[in-house]
Nanobody
Framework: QVQLVESGGGLVQAGDSLRLSCAAS????????MGWFRQAPGKEREFVSA????????HYANSVKGRFTIYRDNAKNTMYLQMNSLKPEDTAVYYC?????????????????WGQGTQVTVSS
């Protein structure tokens, strides 16, 4: 079975940085498009960023462009999200997702596998 495990969340102050990791096991990680989504209390799960299987193409939500960077290390079966200049509105549970099809999509329904999430809280 494909399993995804997020880590790296925590409580930080506005302006600080965090790096989230998503470790994959099972399946064929190097063939998957990977993405990050987040969900705040009372809100729907929303797209944050995605990266193609080789890392050749990346996409970001407008709300995080210029602040977040997505990258992956296929040799380690791990995908990352570097988050800089964090804002209180970034507070959410962050989930990583895997997609078997070779293309980037921004809908949560386009992803086949999910982790359990990691909490990011940004105080002002």
């Amino acid at each position: 079975q494909v399993q995804l495990v997020e880590s790296g969340g925590g409580l930080v102050q506005a302006g600080d940085s965090l790096r989230l990791s998503c470790a994959a096991s099972g399946g064929t990680f190097s063939s998957y498009t990977m993405g990050w989504f987040r969900q705040a209390p009372g809100k729907e799960r929303e797209f944050v960023s995605a990266i193609t299987s080789t890392g050749g193409n990346r996409h970001y939500a407008n709300s995080v462009k210029g602040r977040f960077t997505i990258y992956r290390d296929n040799a380690k079966n791990t995908m990352y999200l570097q988050m800089n200049s964090l804002k209180p509105e970034d507070t959410a549970v962050y989930y990583c997702g895997g997609r078997r099809t070779y293309s980037i999509v921004t809908s949560r329904y386009g992803y086949d596998y999910w982790g359990q999430g990691t909490q990011v809280t940004v105080s002002s």
